[in-house]
Nanobody, 119 residues
C-alpha cells in the first residue's frame, strides 16, 4: 500500500522559511518522479514543484521559482520542499504526490501539512 506522510508545516511570519518532508513507503520511491502540490482554503489544487526519479531534474511553478526548492533522498525514501521568503499567498495545505506533473491532480497523495504565513 502506497503511503505518503507529510510533515514540517506550521505558522511562520512573512519572509520566513520552512522545510517540508514527505516520508514515502509501499512503493519503489527511487523509480518514481515526485511532486508537491498545495491547496488554499476554498480553492483548487495547485501544482508547486516536481522532481524526477534520481533528482537530476526539477521544475517549479512561476509563483515559487527562486524561493522554493524541491529535493529528495532516495536512501531515506523522503521528499523535501525547502520554502524561503514565504508570503501570505503561500498559505495552504501542502501535499506530496506520487508521480510527475501529469499525475498531480489524480495521483496518490498524503493527508497534507498546513502552512500558514501570517504576521
Amino acid at each position: 500500500e502506497v503511503q505518503l506522510v507529510e510533515s514540517g508545516g506550521g505558522l511562520v511570519q512573512p519572509g520566513g522559511s520552512l522545510r517540508l518532508s514527505c516520508a514515502a513507503s509501499g512503493f519503489n520511491f527511487a523509480f518514481n518522479s515526485m511532486t508537491w502540490v498545495r491547496q488554499a482554503s476554498g480553492k483548487g489544487l495547485d501544482w508547486v514543484s516536481t522532481i524526477n526519479d534520481y533528482g537530476g531534474t526539477t521544475d517549479h511553478a512561476d509563483s515559487v521559482k527562486g524561493r522554493f526548492t524541491i529535493s529528495r533522498d532516495n536512501a531515506k525514501n523522503t521528499l523535501y520542499l525547502q520554502m524561503n521568503d514565504l508570503v501570505p499567498e503561500d498559505t495552504a495545505v501542502y501535499f506530496c504526490v506520487k508521480g510527475g506533473y501529469r499525475s498531480y491532480r489524480a495521483g496518490t497523495r498524503g493527508r497534507g501539512t498546513q502552512v500558514t504565513v501570517s504576521s
